[in-house]
């Protein structure tokens, strides 16, 4: 039997697989972005049979609203939501967000808000 800690990631059954979307924001309409957003849709099958037990959503925002060329509001969203039992509903799911916003254009960040939300089990079957 192998050493348990060397066991990879396909010899316990876990796949993984990842989708990158990338959106350039124009917030103003003159044609020239002023913004982007990329989110990594994350989906993991834990026990091999097939199916997403993990889907993780990471978004990030970034907006240059002064058109200086650095970002003034960054937001980045982590949304995991998780089946344990296999059964196909979700029973729980966990968001952070975190918004970190430069208000006087100098390149620092001046204001961070954190927000975490969890709930669970929302599995219907209970």
Request: a negative charge; glycine letters at 12%; zero cysteines.
């Amino acid at each position: 039997m192998s050493n348990p800690e060397d066991l990879t990631d396909a010899d316990l059954g876990i796949s993984e697989h990842t989708d990158t979307v990338t959106e350039l924001i124009d917030i103003d309409g003159d044609g020239e972005p002023d913004g982007i957003t990329v989110t990594e849709t994350t989906y993991t099958d834990l026990d091999g049979d097939g199916r997403a037990d993990m889907v993780e959503v990471v978004t990030t925002t970034m907006i240059d609203g002064d058109g200086d060329g650095s970002p003034d509001i960054v937001e980045i969203t982590d949304t995991v939501a998780m089946d344990f039992d296999g059964d196909g509903f979700v029973d729980a799911i966990d968001t952070i967000d975190v918004i970190a916003v430069d208000v006087d254009g100098d390149g620092t960040v001046d204001e961070v808000v954190v927000t975490e939300f969890t709930d669970g089990p929302s599995d219907e079957d209970g």
